[in-house]
Protein backbone atom coordinates (compact mmCIF):
# COMPACT_ATOMS: atom_id res chain seq x y z
CA UNK A 1 0.00 0.00 0.00
CA UNK A 2 1.20 3.39 -1.26
CA UNK A 3 2.05 5.64 1.49
CA UNK A 4 0.94 9.38 2.21
CA UNK A 5 1.87 13.00 0.75
CA UNK A 6 0.59 15.45 3.62
CA UNK A 7 0.59 19.17 2.11
CA UNK A 8 1.58 20.57 5.40
CA UNK A 9 1.18 24.55 6.51
CA UNK A 10 3.75 25.95 8.83
CA UNK A 11 4.29 29.37 10.09
CA UNK A 12 4.38 32.51 8.17
CA UNK A 13 5.87 34.58 10.82
CA UNK A 14 4.87 33.89 15.03
CA UNK A 15 6.11 29.86 15.25
CA UNK A 16 2.81 29.78 17.82
CA UNK A 17 0.45 29.52 14.35
CA UNK A 18 1.58 25.69 14.26
CA UNK A 19 -0.96 23.63 14.63
CA UNK A 20 -0.93 20.70 17.16
CA UNK A 21 -1.93 18.04 14.08
CA UNK A 22 1.32 19.60 12.28
CA UNK A 23 3.25 18.83 15.21
CA UNK A 24 1.82 15.07 15.11
CA UNK A 25 2.44 14.52 11.86
CA UNK A 26 6.01 15.72 11.03
CA UNK A 27 6.79 13.64 14.23
CA UNK A 28 5.42 10.42 12.34
CA UNK A 29 7.17 11.13 9.42
CA UNK A 30 9.27 9.16 7.45
CA UNK A 31 10.88 11.98 5.18
CA UNK A 32 9.95 15.59 5.13
CA UNK A 33 10.44 17.54 1.59
CA UNK A 34 11.02 21.05 1.50
CA UNK A 35 12.18 24.15 -0.36
CA UNK A 36 15.19 25.14 1.68
CA UNK A 37 16.40 22.18 4.30
CA UNK A 38 18.25 24.82 6.67
CA UNK A 39 14.99 26.79 7.17
CA UNK A 40 12.90 23.66 7.50
CA UNK A 41 15.71 22.92 10.33
CA UNK A 42 15.35 25.40 12.01
CA UNK A 43 11.89 24.88 12.27
CA UNK A 44 12.06 21.37 13.04
CA UNK A 45 15.07 22.32 16.00
CA UNK A 46 12.61 24.63 17.34
CA UNK A 47 9.81 21.98 18.53
CA UNK A 48 12.60 19.20 18.47
CA UNK A 49 11.35 17.21 16.05
CA UNK A 50 14.38 15.21 14.49
CA UNK A 51 13.51 13.81 11.07
CA UNK A 52 15.09 13.08 7.61
CA UNK A 53 14.99 16.13 5.27
CA UNK A 54 14.98 16.44 1.40
CA UNK A 55 15.25 19.13 -0.55
CA UNK A 56 12.21 20.03 -3.35
CA UNK A 57 12.88 23.36 -4.90
CA UNK A 58 12.12 24.79 -8.39
CA UNK A 59 15.23 23.09 -10.05
CA UNK A 60 15.17 19.85 -9.04
CA UNK A 61 11.27 19.28 -8.87
CA UNK A 62 11.19 17.13 -11.74
CA UNK A 63 13.83 14.16 -10.81
CA UNK A 64 13.16 15.03 -6.97
CA UNK A 65 9.29 14.42 -7.68
CA UNK A 66 9.58 10.87 -9.12
CA UNK A 67 12.30 9.92 -6.26
CA UNK A 68 9.59 11.18 -3.25
CA UNK A 69 7.03 9.48 -5.48
CA UNK A 70 8.90 5.99 -5.19
CA UNK A 71 9.89 6.31 -1.87
CA UNK A 72 6.24 6.78 -1.90
CA UNK A 73 4.90 3.41 -3.91
CA UNK A 74 7.07 1.95 -1.22
CA UNK A 75 4.66 2.67 1.87
CA UNK A 76 6.56 6.40 3.00
CA UNK A 77 4.46 9.04 4.60
CA UNK A 78 6.11 11.96 3.17
CA UNK A 79 5.32 15.45 4.37
CA UNK A 80 5.53 18.24 2.15
CA UNK A 81 6.44 22.23 3.59
CA UNK A 82 7.62 25.11 2.01
CA UNK A 83 9.45 27.85 3.52
CA UNK A 84 6.31 29.26 4.30
CA UNK A 85 2.60 28.94 4.70
CA UNK A 86 0.79 26.65 2.76
CA UNK A 87 2.64 24.39 0.21
CA UNK A 88 1.25 24.61 -4.03
CA UNK A 89 0.81 28.19 -3.06
CA UNK A 90 3.46 29.86 -5.29
CA UNK A 91 5.81 27.14 -5.50
CA UNK A 92 6.88 23.83 -6.93
CA UNK A 93 4.65 21.72 -4.76
CA UNK A 94 1.83 21.83 -7.13
CA UNK A 95 3.47 19.78 -9.76
CA UNK A 96 4.28 17.31 -6.64
CA UNK A 97 0.48 16.89 -6.23
CA UNK A 98 -0.05 16.40 -9.76
CA UNK A 99 2.82 13.68 -9.96
CA UNK A 100 1.16 11.81 -7.04
CA UNK A 101 -2.52 12.34 -8.60
CA UNK A 102 -0.95 10.81 -11.46
CA UNK A 103 0.23 7.88 -9.84
CA UNK A 104 -3.12 7.47 -7.51
CA UNK A 105 -0.70 8.51 -4.48
CA UNK A 106 -2.88 9.27 -1.82
CA UNK A 107 -2.66 13.08 -0.74
CA UNK A 108 -4.08 15.18 1.91
CA UNK A 109 -3.66 18.34 3.84
CA UNK A 110 -2.52 20.14 6.90
CA UNK A 111 -4.13 23.28 6.82
CA UNK A 112 -2.32 26.41 8.43
CA UNK A 113 -1.66 30.28 7.49
CA UNK A 114 -1.82 31.61 4.03
CA UNK A 115 -0.35 34.61 4.00
CA UNK A 116 -2.55 35.67 1.00
CA UNK A 117 -5.67 35.02 2.89
CA UNK A 118 -4.70 36.90 5.79
CA UNK A 119 -3.51 40.17 3.93
CA UNK A 120 -6.50 39.69 2.18
CA UNK A 121 -8.92 39.63 5.60
CA UNK A 122 -7.02 42.62 6.78
CA UNK A 123 -7.59 44.70 4.26
CA UNK A 124 -10.41 45.67 4.22
CA UNK A 125 -11.80 45.33 0.82
CA UNK A 126 -14.13 43.17 -0.29
CA UNK A 127 -13.50 39.48 0.60
CA UNK A 128 -16.59 38.47 -1.66
CA UNK A 129 -14.87 37.56 -4.79
CA UNK A 130 -11.26 37.66 -4.74
CA UNK A 131 -8.49 36.46 -6.80
CA UNK A 132 -4.91 35.30 -6.35
CA UNK A 133 -2.55 36.40 -8.92
CA UNK A 134 0.68 35.64 -7.37
CA UNK A 135 3.83 36.69 -8.32
CA UNK A 136 4.04 39.27 -11.23
CA UNK A 137 6.64 38.43 -14.23
CA UNK A 138 9.99 39.69 -13.78
CA UNK A 139 10.29 40.21 -17.67
CA UNK A 140 8.48 43.79 -18.21
CA UNK A 141 6.33 42.07 -21.29
CA UNK A 142 4.57 39.73 -19.30
CA UNK A 143 4.59 41.87 -16.47
CA UNK A 144 2.35 44.54 -18.48
CA UNK A 145 0.14 42.26 -20.43
CA UNK A 146 -0.88 40.36 -16.61
CA UNK A 147 -2.06 43.91 -15.32
CA UNK A 148 -3.74 44.75 -18.87
CA UNK A 149 -5.50 41.36 -18.82
CA UNK A 150 -7.43 42.12 -15.35
CA UNK A 151 -7.13 45.64 -14.98
CA UNK A 152 -11.27 45.52 -15.47
CA UNK A 153 -11.43 42.00 -13.31
CA UNK A 154 -14.47 43.48 -10.26
CA UNK A 155 -12.82 40.78 -7.90
CA UNK A 156 -10.24 41.48 -5.12
CA UNK A 157 -6.74 41.24 -6.67
CA UNK A 158 -4.10 38.84 -4.15
CA UNK A 159 -0.05 39.45 -5.15
CA UNK A 160 2.98 38.81 -3.83
CA UNK A 161 6.04 40.57 -4.14
CA UNK A 162 9.79 41.37 -3.39
CA UNK A 163 10.91 44.09 -1.23
CA UNK A 164 13.18 44.60 -4.21
CA UNK A 165 10.84 44.78 -6.68
CA UNK A 166 7.94 46.82 -4.64
CA UNK A 167 8.38 50.44 -6.45
CA UNK A 168 8.35 49.50 -10.01
CA UNK A 169 5.41 46.73 -9.22
CA UNK A 170 2.99 50.06 -7.55
CA UNK A 171 4.08 52.29 -10.84
CA UNK A 172 3.31 49.73 -12.94
CA UNK A 173 -0.09 48.93 -10.84
CA UNK A 174 -0.77 52.88 -11.07
CA UNK A 175 -0.27 52.84 -14.80
CA UNK A 176 -2.46 50.40 -15.71
CA UNK A 177 -5.31 50.50 -12.99
CA UNK A 178 -5.33 53.91 -11.96
CA UNK A 179 -3.80 56.02 -9.05
CA UNK A 180 -6.84 56.20 -7.42
CA UNK A 181 -7.39 52.42 -6.81
CA UNK A 182 -7.33 51.95 -3.52
CA UNK A 183 -4.70 49.18 -2.28
CA UNK A 184 -3.62 47.45 0.83
CA UNK A 185 0.18 46.64 1.11
CA UNK A 186 0.14 44.06 4.34
CA UNK A 187 3.74 43.18 5.16
CA UNK A 188 5.41 41.25 7.84
CA UNK A 189 2.10 39.25 8.74
CA UNK A 190 2.21 37.44 12.31
CA UNK A 191 5.80 39.09 12.77
CA UNK A 192 6.94 42.12 15.30
CA UNK A 193 6.53 44.68 12.73
CA UNK A 194 3.31 43.33 11.11
CA UNK A 195 1.61 46.91 9.08
CA UNK A 196 -1.49 46.81 6.63
CA UNK A 197 -1.18 50.21 4.71
CA UNK A 198 -4.26 50.92 3.30
CA UNK A 199 -4.10 53.65 0.70
CA UNK A 200 -4.13 54.43 -3.16
CA UNK A 201 -2.00 53.64 -5.68
CA UNK A 202 -1.14 56.81 -6.14
CA UNK A 203 -0.08 57.62 -2.84
CA UNK A 204 1.65 54.06 -2.17
CA UNK A 205 3.87 55.11 -4.82
CA UNK A 206 5.11 58.78 -3.33
CA UNK A 207 5.30 56.27 -0.38
CA UNK A 208 7.65 54.12 -1.38
CA UNK A 209 9.85 56.96 -3.26
CA UNK A 210 10.86 58.18 0.08
CA UNK A 211 10.92 54.98 2.10
CA UNK A 212 12.52 51.47 1.59
CA UNK A 213 10.88 48.70 1.17
CA UNK A 214 11.35 45.90 4.13
CA UNK A 215 9.95 42.64 4.74
CA UNK A 216 7.72 40.16 3.06
CA UNK A 217 4.44 42.04 1.18
CA UNK A 218 1.27 41.02 -0.27
CA UNK A 219 -0.64 43.34 -2.22
CA UNK A 220 -4.71 43.57 -2.07
CA UNK A 221 -5.82 45.55 -4.41
CA UNK A 222 -9.70 46.75 -5.16
CA UNK A 223 -11.56 45.24 -8.00
CA UNK A 224 -12.42 47.64 -10.75
CA UNK A 225 -15.40 49.61 -9.77
CA UNK A 226 -16.58 52.08 -12.68
CA UNK A 227 -15.31 50.40 -15.46
CA UNK A 228 -18.65 49.97 -17.89
CA UNK A 229 -17.70 46.15 -18.23
CA UNK A 230 -18.53 46.18 -14.32
CA UNK A 231 -21.90 47.73 -14.33
CA UNK A 232 -23.10 44.60 -16.00
CA UNK A 233 -21.50 41.47 -16.18
CA UNK A 234 -19.66 40.24 -19.52
CA UNK A 235 -20.09 36.41 -20.45
CA UNK A 236 -16.28 36.02 -20.14
CA UNK A 237 -15.67 37.34 -16.42
CA UNK A 238 -13.87 35.18 -14.61
CA UNK A 239 -12.37 33.33 -17.73
CA UNK A 240 -8.84 33.38 -17.93
CA UNK A 241 -7.16 35.36 -21.45
CA UNK A 242 -6.79 31.84 -22.48
CA UNK A 243 -10.18 30.22 -21.51
CA UNK A 244 -11.65 33.33 -23.24
CA UNK A 245 -9.98 32.72 -26.28
CA UNK A 246 -10.58 28.93 -26.65
CA UNK A 247 -14.06 29.68 -25.77
CA UNK A 248 -14.47 31.80 -29.02
CA UNK A 249 -12.74 28.93 -31.10
CA UNK A 250 -15.29 26.94 -29.35
CA UNK A 251 -17.95 28.89 -31.26
CA UNK A 252 -16.32 28.61 -34.74
CA UNK A 253 -13.68 31.32 -34.74
CA UNK A 254 -10.33 30.54 -36.46
CA UNK A 255 -7.74 31.46 -33.46
CA UNK A 256 -6.57 34.90 -34.77
CA UNK A 257 -9.66 36.10 -34.42
CA UNK A 258 -10.85 34.71 -31.22
CA UNK A 259 -7.52 36.35 -30.09
CA UNK A 260 -8.55 39.63 -31.44
CA UNK A 261 -12.15 39.13 -30.31
CA UNK A 262 -10.46 38.31 -27.14
CA UNK A 263 -8.11 42.04 -26.90
CA UNK A 264 -11.46 43.64 -27.79
CA UNK A 265 -13.54 42.97 -25.38
CA UNK A 266 -10.93 42.88 -22.71
CA UNK A 267 -9.21 46.69 -23.80
CA UNK A 268 -5.96 44.52 -24.30
CA UNK A 269 -2.76 45.21 -27.15
CA UNK A 270 -3.76 42.08 -29.68
CA UNK A 271 0.21 41.17 -29.20
CA UNK A 272 -0.24 41.16 -25.31
CA UNK A 273 -3.63 38.21 -25.73
CA UNK A 274 -1.08 36.56 -28.40
CA UNK A 275 1.78 36.36 -25.85
CA UNK A 276 -0.49 35.13 -23.42
CA UNK A 277 -2.51 32.63 -25.12
CA UNK A 278 1.22 31.18 -26.88
CA UNK A 279 2.86 30.93 -23.25
CA UNK A 280 0.41 28.31 -22.30
N1 LIG B 1 3.26 29.43 0.54
C1 LIG B 1 3.21 30.76 1.07
C2 LIG B 1 1.82 31.09 1.56
O1 LIG B 1 1.14 30.20 2.00
O2 LIG B 1 1.41 32.24 1.57
C3 LIG B 1 3.77 31.79 0.16
C4 LIG B 1 5.09 31.45 -0.45
S1 LIG B 1 5.62 32.65 -1.53
C5 LIG B 1 7.01 31.81 -2.19
C6 LIG B 1 6.38 33.81 -0.48
C7 LIG B 1 5.65 35.15 -0.52
O3 LIG B 1 4.54 35.10 0.39
C8 LIG B 1 6.47 36.31 -0.04
O4 LIG B 1 7.28 36.84 -1.09
C9 LIG B 1 5.41 37.30 0.39
O5 LIG B 1 4.85 37.94 -0.73
C10 LIG B 1 4.36 36.36 0.99
N2 LIG B 1 4.58 36.20 2.44
C11 LIG B 1 5.07 35.13 3.08
N3 LIG B 1 5.11 35.38 4.41
C12 LIG B 1 4.65 36.63 4.59
C13 LIG B 1 4.45 37.46 5.73
N4 LIG B 1 4.75 37.06 6.95
N5 LIG B 1 3.94 38.70 5.55
C14 LIG B 1 3.62 39.14 4.31
N6 LIG B 1 3.79 38.40 3.21
C15 LIG B 1 4.30 37.16 3.34
Redesign the pocket.
Known amino acids: MPGTLYLL?TP??NLGDISVRALEILKSSDLIACEDTRRTLGLLNHFDIHKPLTSYHEHNKKSKGEYICTLLGDGKNIVLV??????????PGEDLVKLCIEKDIPVTSIPG???????LILSGLSTKRFCFEG?LSVNNRHRTAHLSSIKNDSHTLI????PHKLRQTLKDMANTFGGSRKIAI??????VH?EIFRTTLEEACLFYTENTPR????LIIEGAQDSPDNSEPCWWDGLSVIEHVDEYISRGEDKKSAIKLCASDRNMQKRDVYNLYHKQ
Open positions: AIGSDAGTPAISDPVAGINAFFYEAVRELTKEGEYV
